[in-house]
Nanobody
Framework: QVQLVESGGGLVQAGDSLRLSCAAS????????MGWFRQAPGKEREFVAA????????YYADSVKGRFTISRDNALNTVYMQMNSQKPEDTAVYYC???????????????????WGQGTQVTVSS
């Protein structure tokens, strides 16, 4: 079993930055692919970023490319998402997720992740 706990959300102004953290426990962390998703009220959960466990290769949604950076600290079993130049459109609950399969899969699909954190609220004001 894997447990994920997000933190770091809050209220910021447009143009400001936040860093989200996701602490993982349970199974091995470094070999697993981790993803960040977000969900605004009344909308579907959408892919934001992912980092491949074996290689460290990263993927980003077009809407955040160049502004957000996903990274990990294997010693701390933690994955981060640095969010710069934030926009009001970034307002959502942000979720951390892990894929335990280890095979090739589509990182942007919600259904391909096995465990999810509780979410952390990010609000960006104009």
């Amino acid at each position: 079993q894997v447990q994920l706990v997000e933190s770091g959300g809050g209220l910021v102004q447009a143009g400001d930055s936040l860093r989200l953290s996701c602490a993982a426990s349970g199974r091995t962390f470094s070999s697993n692919t981790m993803g960040w998703f977000r969900q605004a009220p009344g909308k579907e959960r959408e892919f934001v970023a992912a980092i491949i466990g074996r290689t460290g290769l990263t993927y980003y949604a077009d809407s955040v490319k160049g502004r957000f950076t996903i990274s990990r600290d294997n010693a701390l079993n933690t994955v981060y998402m640095q969010m710069n130049s934030q926009k009001p459109e970034d307002t959502a609950v942000y979720y951390c997720a892990v894929n335990l399969g280890g095979s090739v899969f589509t990182v942007r699909r919600v259904a391909n992740y096995d465990y999810w954190g509780q979410g952390t609220q990010v609000t960006v004001s104009s």
